[in-house]
T-cell receptor, first 111, second 114 residues
């Protein structure tokens, strides 16, 4: 039981490049979420999903896309990276008790 | 809309002293409340949660929190701080039918002095 896994752990992008952050969970959780963490701002919700095929926007969705074709996977796509997207990204999943389990994070730098 | 405010971005205590981290929430419906801890360069780990059962909630590592509806608060306490408690602590809120949508406070960094 690996819990929530994220890849890659570190990534450096140039402005304008695109990439996908991968997230997978093996707990059969219906809810999955993406957050970004910036100093002094806590974690802010980017997008979330309440089940396969269903996604919705969080607090800071601009510049990011998501899809959820399976229960296990919830990738986050950066369409055209900007320096403002330099951050640490966390994926999380939760079941019917609503407590979220977090992955180890991806540290992204955009130059 | 729901929101969370954590009072104090940095708290410093001596080893063995009481730990008190403050959290106030705003919610128009009964909230589900959580405290998470984050050690350096790691993900978040759940300390405890309130989901409308007992108002005094006990968590891991000796931490507990009390839900006070009249004060809209969910403060985190530990009677005696240990060096290993040094970390960042986050309070978060959601509500029924919003399982993927946690709203976090800004975080409180706890330092423990020997």
């Amino acid at each position: 039981n690996a819990g929530v896994t994220q890849t890659p752990k570190f990534q450096v992008l140039k402005t304008g490049q695109s990439m996908t952050l991968q997230c997978a969970q093996d707990m059969n959780h219906e809810y999955m979420s993406w957050y970004r963490q910036d100093p002094g701002m806590g974690l802010r919700l980017i997008h979330y999903s309440v089940g396969a095929g269903i996604t919705d926007q969080g607090e800071v969705p601009n510049g990011y896309n998501v899809s959820r074709s399976t229960t296990e996977d919830f990738p986050l796509r950066l369409l055209s990276a900007a320096p403002s997207q330099t951050s640490v990204y966390f994926c999380a999943s939760s079941g019917e008790t609503y407590e979220q389990y977090f992955g180890p994070g991806t540290r992204l730098t955009v130059t | 809309a729901q929101s969370v405010t954590q009072l104090g971005s940095h708290v410093s205590v001596s080893e063995g002293a009481l730990v008190l981290l403050r959290c106030n929430y705003s919610s128009s419906v009964p909230p589900y409340l959580f405290w998470y801890v984050q050690y350096p360069n790691q993900g978040l780990q759940l300390l405890l949660k309130y989901t409308s059962a007992a108002t005094l909630v006990k968590g891991i590592n000796g931490f507990e929190a009390e839900f006070k509806k009249s004060e809209t608060s969910f403060h985190l306490t530990k009677p005696s701080a240990h060096m290993s408690d040094a970390a960042e602590y986050f309070c978060a809120v959601t509500r029924y039918n919003q399982g993927g949508k946690l709203i976090f406070g800004q975080g409180t960094e706890l330092s423990v002095k020997p």
